[in-house]
Every structure is written in C-alpha cells, then in structure tokens.
C-alpha cells in the first residue's frame, strides 16, 4: 500500500525538490525489495492539488544516472496519454528549480502510470524500457 494522497501547494512542493533528488536509488534493490521503493518514502512523493502524484528520484539505469518521475492522477486514471504526459511534464517543469532541456524518454507503465526518465548530463541517449500500455 502506497502513502495516502495529500496534496500541497506549489511553494512547498518546490521546497522539498532537492531532498527528493538527494542519492541513487537502484532498481534492481527495489525490485528485490518493494518496500525500499521511493514511493514509499515521503520526500520523493509529491501530490499536487490537481490530483497529481509525482514520485521523484534519482536511479542508475544503463551506465547512466537519470532523474526518474513516476507519475499517476488521484482518484482515477487520465483517459487521454498525450495529454496526461503534458500535464505531468508542465508540473515537473513547476517543481525543478531549473526547467528540463534535452532529451526526455518516456514509458508508459500501464494502470495509468507514466515514467519520464530526463538524463542530467544530456549526453547519453536513453532507451525506454519495457512495453508500452495505458490502462
């Protein structure tokens, strides 16, 4: 079970981003332990008064180090992937003290999920990983 949603305005959200990018998470200790996840960790989990749940972290995926943004709409799944994918990167774009450049790789993680991995250093092009499904 997740954190329950509690929303917060903008100003707070942008307080905490730093924390939230503090560290690596690995993925592979995640998926072997569920409970070490950063959505379960409240300084990466950011709830937008709009319904937007954004977990933030820091992973190392194929050599390189990303900022990984898990995104979900509260109560109920969006119906529309293109414009929930805008809406998820203009509120990522409000939380970041500097707003994203570059190369942005997507995956749609099914459930009503998206995954936005953005590569810092924007050196290295990232695949997306797994198959793509909404819902």
């Known amino acids: 079970m997740g954190l329950p949603f509690e929303p917060e305005p903008l100003e ?5 981003y730093s924390e939230a990018v503090k560290g690596i998470t ?3 200790v ?3 332990n569920p409970s070490r996840a950063p959505s379960k960790k409240r300084k990466h989990v950011f ?6 749940r954004l977990v933030v972290s820091v992973d190392q995926y194929q050599g390189v180090r990303v900022t990984h943004y898990s995104a979900s709409m509260y109560p109920d799944n969006p119906h529309d992937v293109m414009d929930f994918i805008r809406l998820v ?9 500097e707003p994203m450049m570059g190369q942005v790789v997507s995956k749609i993680a099914g459930r009503g999920i998206v995954h936005i991995f953005y590569d810092e250093t924007k050196d ?6 797994g198959n793509p499904r909404w819902n």
């Open 12 to 16: 707070s959200l942008r307080a905490r």
């Open 26 to 28: 690995n993925p592979k």
């Open 30 to 32: 995640v998926e072997r």
């Open 47 to 52: 709830d937008f008064e709009d319904g937007l």
């Open 89 to 97: 990167l203009d509120h990522i774009n409000e939380v970041r003290p």
């Open 124 to 129: 290295i092009p990232l695949e997306p990983i």
